[in-house]
Every structure is written in structure tokens, then in C-alpha cells.
T-cell receptor
Framework: EAQVTQNPRYLITVTGKKLTVTCSQNMNHEYMSWYRQDPGLGLRQIYYSMNVEVTDKGDVPEGYKVSRKEKRNFPLILESPSPNQTSLYFC??????????FGNGTRLTVT | GEDVEQSLFLSVREGDSSVINCTYT??????LYWYKQEPGAGLQLLTY?????DMKQDQRLTVLLNKKDKHLSLRIADTQTGDSAIYFC????????????FGSGTRLQVQP
């Protein structure tokens, strides 16, 4: 089954403790992206990747890092999480000129 | 920058038609999408339309695009209680980063 898989689904952590949210897709898509969803703001793009070893900033990249060492994986890294990064995070992937496929989301709470 | 706006809430009775409206500002939009989000779930792509189309129909869903007014609508015929969810309009501009600009979502409540 074609899918985008994120882990974990839920995460509660404390300020400053580094964390990684994983994202994996099995559709051989070159393009992958991370979004965060906040009430009243819709979804906003954090980072994206056009291919292996090619990543770039989206609209709200501050406080986040990504890596793309292999085509199927695109982890989101928070080196020093802060409470304003409490949000619902979505990973997405897509083929050229096709709609994006989204994962089921990761709800992160930073206390 | 680009902006996408939707009304926040819509309530309809089961069996009626629902129409969810969306306006956008990016005149270079290439694709426009409708996503559905049920409680605790991810984003499910419902349908999408290319910017050179006026209408697209897919079973109970009809998408209308007025490019001149930058207005997009989603009509759900014979709305069911299972259609209760948040519906997001999104547009994709003509940029290399393929970012989608999302509206803040319309919560559809279907009353039995």
C-alpha cells in the first residue's frame, strides 16, 4: 500500500531535549516536505527536499533541521525544542505534477 | 505573500448539499486542492483541479473554479454524517519548492 509513515504519532517532551520525528515513504517520490498545523493558521511549510541531499527552507524553518540521505526517508530534527514548537506535524511526498500524499501526523507537545 | 481564505464553519442537514467556499490571491496558482481531515487523522486528498479547468466532478463532489475571481468551491451532494470533518482548500503556486498554501480550514457539521 502506498503510504507516508510518520513516527511517533504522539510525543511529549521538555524544553531543550533534542528529538527526531521520522518520515518514510514507499512510493519512490523524489519530493518530500514537512508542514506544521496550528489552529487558525492552516498548514505551513517548514522544509522541503527536491531529491537526495537537496533540502531547502520553507516558510517557517526556524528551530528545525532536516536531512535527506536516502530517497525514502526525511527526518525532522528539533535540536532544542521550545514550547512554541508544540504543534501537529505532517510529512508529505509527491511525484512531479501530482498531488502530495500526507502522513497521519505527529502531535508534539513541548513543556 | 499568497493567501487562502475560507469560512470557519458550515452546518447542514443530512441529505442536503454542502458548499464550501475558498478564495485565494496567487494569480500564478497551478493546482488547487481540497483535503479532508477527520478528528485525530491525517489529511486525505479529496480532489484537485488544474488552474485551466472550470469544473471537475467526482461522484458526490463537484469543484468549481472561477479563476478571474480567484474563487474555488467544493460542493458535496447528499451530505452524510460521515462527511463531518474539517475541509482545507490549498493552492500550489508556480514555484520550484512546490509548497502548498493552505486555508485555515472549514469545519463541516452534518446534522442527522
Amino acid at each position: 500500500e502506498a503510504q507516508v509513515t510518520q513516527n511517533p504519532r504522539y510525543l511529549i517532551t521538555v524544553t531543550g531535549k533534542k528529538l527526531t520525528v521520522t518520515c518514510s515513504q514507499n512510493m519512490n517520490h523524489e519530493y518530500m516536505s514537512w508542514y506544521r498545523q496550528d489552529p487558525g493558521l492552516g498548514l505551513r511549510q517548514i522544509y522541503y527536499s527536491m531529491n537526495v541531499e537537496v533540502t531547502d527552507k520553507g516558510d517557517v524553518p526556524e528551530g528545525y533541521k532536516v536531512s535527506r540521505k536516502e530517497k525514502r526517508n526525511f527526518p525532522l530534527i528539533l535540536e532544542s525544542p521550545s514550547p512554541n514548537q508544540t504543534s501537529l506535524y505532517f510529512c508529505a511526498s509527491g511525484a512531479p505534477n501530482s498531488p502530495l500524499h500526507f502522513g497521519n501526523g505527529t502531535r508534539l507537545t513541548v513543556t | 505573500g499568497e493567501d487562502v481564505e475560507q469560512s470557519l464553519f458550515l452546518s447542514v442537514r443530512e441529505g442536503d448539499s454542502s458548499v464550501i467556499n475558498c478564495t485565494y490571491t496567487d494569480s500564478s496558482s497551478t493546482y488547487l486542492y481540497w483535503y479532508k481531515q477527520e478528528p485525530g487523522a491525517g489529511l486525505q486528498l479529496l480532489t484537485y483541479i488544474f488552474s485551466n479547468m472550470d469544473m471537475k466532478q467526482d461522484q458526490r463532489l463537484t469543484v468549481l473554479l472561477n479563476k478571474k475571481d480567484k474563487h474555488l468551491s467544493l460542493r458535496i451532494a447528499d451530505t452524510q454524517t460521515g462527511d463531518s470533518a474539517i475541509y482545507f482548500c490549498a493552492e500550489r503556486g508556480d514555484t520550484g519548492r512546490r509548497a502548498l498554501t493552505f486555508g485555515s480550514g472549514t469545519r463541516l457539521q452534518v446534522q442527522p
